[in-house]
């Protein structure tokens, strides 16, 4: 398992950087999972979580 | 990041990987975090669970970076500190300023600054390739 940590205030692209990172790695078959803070900006929608089958846990406050 | 926090985060890393065990976590911790906090975290969860760490990305939004470097000048060296990679994000949307304006202004604590825009493939799979398994053939 590989760690990536992708940082910055709210609206810089964070989530849509890891979408984005989700999706190239389930094109190559790798499954991956996320970590979000509970107010992050933009969420991890189903039609993300289902298709792709991410899984997605959300930290309160972190 | 307060220690609870962290203990918290680090229990979620551990559950992930053994229920999941994914080949990929990203995590997107809140705006308030700083790198230095996601290296300790990291760091913790590594003695009970085997993984790798990084890259550890960073992104400065671009077209709020003028008001965000007079408010919150600390928060933004925190995050850039330590980050593998640091990126200047939504570029396509600057008005007031450049990219090399802010990279001059950010030059002192990092030693490279990428582009990132989602509206340009290149730069997206710049930033893939920094990650070992993406570039591997």
Redesign the interface.
Known sequence: MRLICVSGIKGSGKTTLIKAMARRAAALDKPSAVIANESGEESYEDGFTNDLKVPVQYLRGG | ?GCS?AT??VD??K???R?????????????M???QE?QNV?AMGHRD?????????????AP?FPF?WAE?QR??IG?ING?DIVAL??TDRLEDSSPDEIRKVLRPYCNGIDL?S?HDSDS?EK??MN????AAP
């Open positions: 990041m926090l918290s985060l979620l890393i559950k992930i990987k229920i999941h065990d994914p080949e990929f976590l990203f995590i997107e911790p809140s705006e975090v700083v790198t996601l990291a669970v085997r993984y790798q760490i990084g890259p550890l990305i960073t992104l400065v939004d709020q965000m919150r928060l933004i995050q980050a994000s939504r990132l989602v997206l930033m893939m990650v070992p398994e993406f």
